[in-house]
């Protein structure tokens, strides 16, 4: 192909920006970016317990009856972590601004660029939030029209088989939207100092230009992604075993006064997180670092008059 695909040729560059500026290894520099995959993705994910499904008989006796007694409770850490979440987000989208400002700048500190950026991170915040809420009225709109259906139970089933390609591309629709905000929305937005619709604006004035280039863009970072991600989950779970031998043999030692005292066990668990979280989040700079660089050397590619990145 004669066509420079930038997909391919801004794979090196990325590799070879990532290591400059990771290795040699500078703490501080790898603790910055640790907190900045914390937000911006690459850190821990936790089991997910959703699919298991709780009936009365799982609780112990006499809780049912006192759930009135409880519900203020449950509401307000229902509320407390909403909240949390919702804070955790804006930050997360503030941060994506400061990762980078961070890089095109060779300033890899977040206090300097984070005030800056506030604004527009809460204005992205807005945008995926939106974007969110269409996403699950579309769902609840579809559960709707799937118990609307009633009649036989084959007619629904039916229902169900032949919408589940739609929901599947509308669901990698909304993930490519969120990609193409991220890796290339953020940038144009710092460049032209302008909010998140106008950003998508001068992204699809220049996708229309070059959309071959950024279909494979898009399917190469979809890939990349997957490996990497499959590639970090072992690392991270090598590294979570490692650490976790000396704390299962003090266990082991322990065993009996563990059995009896939930204090001891709580005090093995604690440390291990604190150990297991930041090694965590270390394993997942180069990924973050690497996918930020590569986003941004394509979409300067793509549009030179949004070369971010220093020579």
Known sequence: MAEDMYAFSRLDGAFQRTKRLLWPARWGVWLRLALIALFVGGGVSFPNTSGYNFEEGDLPPGVMESLPDIAPLILAFILIVLAIALAWWIIGTVMRFVFV???RTDDIHIRPFFGERLGKGVRLFLFEAGLTLILILAMVAFVV?????????I???????????????ATLLFGVIFLLTTDFVVPIMIQEDCGVIEGWRRLLGMVSNNVMQTIIYIITRLVLGFIAGIVQAILVI?????IAIPFVLIGIVLLPAIQANIVLLIALLVPYLIIAIPVALLIAVPFVTFFRYY??????GLAPEYRLLPE
């Open 238 to 242: 090598l590294a979570l075993v490692i």
């Open 295 to 300: 986003g941004l050397l394509v979409l300067e």
């Open 101 to 103: 400002d961070m890089l």
């Open 155 to 169: 007619g629904g089933v039916a229902f169900v088989l032949a919408f589940i390609p739609f929901i599947l591309v």
């Open 145 to 153: 029209m799937l118990v609307g259906t009633g009649g036989s139970r």
